[in-house]
């Protein structure tokens, strides 16, 4: 690359709106060139930029046919305070909808595993005298005709399953069942379930 269009090159980095130059809550900074900037990423996030643009696009449509708003696209009017106010708008109102559906699905995960506790306690109550190898063959019949390993929520009794074997993972190794992704099997609950199972052989030698 030649002197000239290496600093022809450069000057266009430095002058173009930065990635970063515009925070979640719609805060305006000055990116590296000394301009200020308000429709850039959300901290380099593009699906971010991309939820929050959608919204105003929508709502720029509906104003320029109520003759409210300015016309051109939204390219055109990005730098605009027009479009600087709706970014800020649209960006609260996204952060605030994202938090009430996170809010919402925490509770029912919280109610989920409340009735899968109560229900499991129950289910474990009713075969604390089965053996380990009445488990795992229970696991695996769970497992039948599934092109994956069960989940612990997918698998009635699995609460009392994974305390008391001490991990999922290794309820599913001990079965002979492939580790669902983001699985790992702990070498210390492995080792920890063989020591107990040797004490336990050791008493009734």
């Not at 900074?29 to 930029?49: I, M, T």
């Not at 649209?90 to 994202?98: D, M, P, V, Y």
């Amino acid at each position: 690359m030649s002197q000239k269009t290496y600093r022809k090159a450069f000057e266009i980095y430095r002058t173009r709106p930065s990635v970063r130059s515009h925070n979640f809550t719609g805060a305006v900074r000055p990116n590296e060139g000394g301009r200020s900037v308000a429709d850039e990423r959300f901290h380099g996030d593009r699906w971010l930029q991309k939820q929050v643009e959608q919204r105003i696009r929508r709502e720029l449509r509906e104003l320029q046919k109520e003759g409210t708003a300015p016309t051109g696209s939204l390219e055109s009017l990005r730098g605009t305070q027009f479009y600087k106010d709706l970014f800020r708008k649209h960006a609260r109102l996204f952060r605030e909808e994202r938090a009430a559906k996170f809010q919402a699905h925490k509770v029912w995960l919280e109610e989920d595993l409340r009735a899968r506790t109560a229900r499991d306690a129950e289910w474990g109550e009713s075969h604390s005298a089965d053996t380990d190898e009445q488990l795992l063959e229970y696991v695996r019949q769970c497992s039948d005709g599934q092109k994956k390993s069960p989940l612990e929520r997918e698998v009635l009794g699995g609460i009392y399953i994974r305390e008391r074997f001490g991990s999922w993972p290794l309820v599913l190794h001990l079965a002979g069942l492939p580790l669902r992704n983001n699985m790992k099997l702990s070498p210390k609950t492995l080792k920890n379930y063989l020591q107990r199972q040797q004490v336990c052989a050791a008493k009734f030698d």
